[in-house]
């Protein structure tokens, strides 16, 4: 690891939780620099080097953002916890920064300039709001968190992020000598939960698009208590799903989104989830048993695309792809499908723009976009876009 210490003009930000600088005096090569702002002059350790750019941390401030604030947390610092890139931020200056970040992978991956964008937040504040959360024993068997791009653990006394209840687990007060992770859970119904290395006692309940669902305690779910929601409605006010109409829940998951479109095609509408993980399988086929026009496919996307186990003409699509996105092969296949309009649910920015880009490609337009702060104080953010032939 390069330990060198620069002074350095901070720029503008960039996707992942940093901010964009040059090396040097005139400028020379790209840092990308965390734990600063934009208009910052901090002093700042290169910790890695690449072929065409340097990692760093901002180590000392010489001119601070008026952006900036000090990190609630004693573990949000360049040499500790790697899990909140944005604590130095105020919460107002973390939506715009976000916003920048969509606007940006917009312009530079799927061609579209200077589109408005605007990052909601949630009900519920910036700290205290994460459900799920897992830690890293260390070779003592102590729980903590991981440094930034590393594997070392830091030991913390509690996570300021996660749930209350996650707070107050005996989670980092003990030792766990036979656990690799420990990962705990506040679900909407019931206590708290922890199990060593994912071996939950039970299952979990959990409260969403007007229903509520009994999942294993490992299987995914949204970690903001408000995410479930505000996804489902979104979604919904994007397609404007009409009685008569059929409709694929591509990445579904557990069926939140099958459920949520049911609650506006009826019961019996022709709904397709395609799910490739065997938790979230069971978990929709055991919640959604009301649901007579439900078809639950048991199989990756592509395969099943590729497979023609799901067969279009279909009226509306979601897609809601993990990090890597959809990918060119599945949204061809949803263009070729023929809907009347697709809701792209996005986790990240990158992955979304590039989608978009194939679809564009394709004769589609993003018809709306809409921005979600669902994980406060990190990088992260949340999109819903509709995709319109």
Request: aromatic share 6%; charged share 20%.
């Given at each position: 690891?390069?330990?060198?210490?620069?002074?350095?003009?901070?720029?503008?930000?960039?996707?992942?939780?940093?901010?964009?600088?040059?090396?040097?005096?005139?400028?020379?090569?790209?840092?990308?620099?965390?734990?600063?702002?934009?208009?910052?002059?901090?002093?700042?350790?290169?910790?890695?080097?690449?072929?065409?750019?340097?990692?760093?941390?901002?180590?000392?401030?010489?001119?601070?953002?008026?952006?900036?604030?000090?990190?609630?947390?004693?573990?949000?610092?360049?040499?500790?916890?790697?899990?909140?890139?944005?604590?130095?931020?105020?919460?107002?200056?973390?939506?715009?920064?976000?916003?920048?970040?969509?606007?940006?992978?917009?312009?530079?991956?799927?061609?579209?300039?200077?589109?408005?964008?605007?990052?909601?937040?949630?009900?519920?504040?910036?700290?205290?709001?994460?459900?799920?959360?897992?830690?890293?024993?260390?070779?003592?068997?102590?729980?903590?968190?991981?440094?930034?791009?590393?594997?070392?653990?830091?030991?913390?006394?509690?996570?300021?992020?996660?749930?209350?209840?996650?707070?107050?687990?005996?989670?980092?007060?003990?030792?766990?000598?036979?656990?690799?992770?420990?990962?705990?859970?506040?679900?909407?119904?019931?206590?708290?939960?922890?199990?060593?290395?994912?071996?939950?006692?039970?299952?979990?309940?959990?409260?969403?698009?007007?229903?509520?669902?009994?999942?294993?305690?490992?299987?995914?779910?949204?970690?903001?208590?408000?995410?479930?929601?505000?996804?489902?409605?979104?979604?919904?006010?994007?397609?404007?799903?009409?009685?008569?109409?059929?409709?694929?829940?591509?990445?579904?998951?557990?069926?939140?989104?099958?459920?949520?479109?049911?609650?506006?095609?009826?019961?019996?509408?022709?709904?397709?989830?395609?799910?490739?993980?065997?938790?979230?399988?069971?978990?929709?086929?055991?919640?959604?048993?009301?649901?007579?026009?439900?078809?639950?496919?048991?199989a990756t996307v592509e395969a099943a695309l590729r497979r023609r186990r799901?067969?279009?003409?279909?009226?509306?699509?979601?897609?809601?792809?993990?990090?890597?996105?959809?990918?060119?092969?599945?949204?061809?296949?949803?263009?070729?499908?023929?809907?009347?309009?697709?809701?792209?649910?996005?986790?990240?920015?990158?992955?979304?723009?590039?989608?978009?880009?194939?679809?564009?490609?394709?004769?589609?337009?993003?018809?709306?976009?809409?921005?979600?702060?669902?994980?406060?104080?990190?990088?992260?953010?949340?999109?819903?876009?509709?995709?319109?032939?």
């Amino acid at each position: 690891m390069i330990l060198e210490r620069v002074p350095l003009a901070v720029g503008p930000v960039a996707h992942g939780g940093h901010c964009v600088a040059r090396l040097g005096d005139p400028p020379g090569r790209v840092v990308f620099v965390r734990h600063a702002l934009p208009g910052e002059r901090v002093i700042a350790e290169i910790t890695e080097e690449h072929p065409g750019y340097l990692r760093a941390d901002a180590v000392s401030v010489l001119e601070a953002s008026p952006d900036r604030v000090e990190a609630p947390c004693p573990y949000a610092r360049p040499d500790a916890c790697g899990g909140c890139d944005l604590q130095h931020v105020t919460p107002a200056a973390q939506l715009e920064w976000k916003a920048a970040v969509v606007r940006e992978q917009l312009t530079r991956l799927a061609g579209l300039p200077d589109l408005p964008v605007r990052v909601e937040p949630l009900p519920g504040g910036p700290l205290g709001w994460r459900t799920r959360v897992r830690y890293t024993v260390d070779a003592a068997g102590r729980a903590g968190l991981r440094k930034h791009r590393s594997h070392e653990v830091v030991p913390v006394d509690r996570c300021r992020i996660a749930h209350p209840a996650i707070q107050e687990l005996p989670v980092t007060g003990r030792a766990w000598p036979s656990a690799s992770t420990v990962d705990t859970v506040a679900p909407a119904a019931g206590p708290a939960m922890v199990g060593p290395d994912g071996a939950f006692d039970g299952p979990v309940v959990e409260r969403a698009a007007g229903r509520e669902w009994t999942l294993p305690a490992g299987a995914f779910w949204q970690v903001h208590p408000a995410a479930a929601d505000t996804l489902a409605g979104a979604v919904l006010d994007l397609l404007d799903p009409r009685p008569g109409e059929s409709a694929w829940d591509l990445y579904g998951g557990a069926g939140l989104f099958a459920a949520a479109l049911a609650t506006r095609l009826g019961p019996d509408a022709p709904i397709t989830l395609v799910e490739s993980a065997p938790p979230a399988v069971s978990a929709a086929r055991a919640n959604l048993t009301d649901l007579a026009g439900l078809s639950v496919v048991p199989a990756t996307v592509e395969a099943a695309l590729r497979r023609r186990r799901v067969r279009g003409p279909v009226d509306l699509v979601v897609l809601d792809p993990p990090r890597t996105g959809a990918g060119a092969a599945v949204s061809r296949a949803v263009m070729a499908a023929g809907p009347r309009a697709v809701a792209y649910v996005a986790c990240d920015p990158a992955a979304f723009a590039r989608d978009v880009r194939t679809f564009r490609d394709g004769g589609w337009r993003l018809a709306a976009l809409r921005a979600f702060d669902m994980f406060p104080m990190t990088h992260h953010v949340e999109c819903v876009g509709l995709l319109s032939p």
